[in-house]
Structures are given as C-alpha cells and as structure tokens.
C-alpha cells in the first residue's frame, strides 16, 4: 500500500478507526453543504469498504488524511475514477473531503498536491480532472491553487443529481502532465 508524506501530512490506508470520524464528517450539514445528502452511517462505512477495494486494486485511491504531528484524522484526498458517464469520462479525478475543523490550514491544496504528484509519477496518468457543484467555491479555489483550469464549455449536470436540484450544475477542471 503507497503512502504519501507531505510536510505536515500523511495520506495513508484506512483503518477501522477512521469510520467513526469519517461517519461524523458525512452527517455534518457544513461538510456535506455541496452533495445532494449526508450519509448515514451505514453508507459511510460502505464508502470506507468501497474506498479500500479501489486502493488495493488500482495501486491508488482516497488515501485517509492525517495530520503528523498529531496522528488526527481529517477526512480524505486522492485519486478515484468516476463511476458516471460524462463527456470527460473514463477519467481519474482529483478529490478531497475535510472535517470543518480542518478548514482554512492549506492541508486540501497540500494533500491534492501530493495525490497530483502520485498521478503523474507512478501512475502514469497524462490528465487528472477535478468537479464539483458550481457553488462549491472552496473546492474550486483549490483547483486553481493546484495549477488546474476551467473552460465554460466542460461545465456539466451530474448525471447522479436530479434534475432541477440546486447542485446539478458541476464545474470541470483539468490539469495536464508537466
């Protein structure tokens, strides 16, 4: 299992002891304000399990996210493949999930950073992609902060969303091997 090291994080496989943080982070309204719904605690264990199948089968995936000084738990970063079809698919996205208390310290842009690197180094990926609801803009600041870019014509309603929900509009960025 790879693990990634950034200055003050740690991306690493999940544990059981992961569930329980990562349950939280999925019922609070403030984290889950640009998904269609939180998770129950049951789901969330199951995105857990699904989680750590895709890390052992493709070599990399949402990697648990650890700050190292203190061993917490704040949430994910990494690489998936959507599971959608969409203009832009098959593709692998870059993404990330924090706990509200984790907010505003740069560990996002650190963390996807990192996953950045992954993808364009071991894993070979020549475009990793990265989209989130239009009213997202702490996600999109990100994508820029991490060299990613947005062209108008990428813009998509994701095909999980229903029709008329107010987060149906996404946002695509792109970003290229260097």
Known sequence: MTELRTERLLLREWTEADKEPFAAMNSDPAVMEHFPAMMTREESDAFVDRIGAQLAEWGF?????????TGRFIGFTGLSRPSFEAHFTPAVEVGWRLSKDAWGNGYAT???RAALAYGFGPAGLDEIVSFTATTNLPSQRVMQ?????????DDFDH??????????RHVLY???RP
């Open 110 to 112: 650190e963390a996807a």
């Open 145 to 153: 902060r991490i060299g990613m870019t947005h062209d108008v014509s």
């Open 159 to 168: 095909p999980r969303v229903p029709a008329g929900h107010r987060l149906q």
């Open 174 to 176: 792109r970003i290229a």
């Open 61 to 69: 995936g949402l990697w648990a996210l650890e700050v190292r000084d």
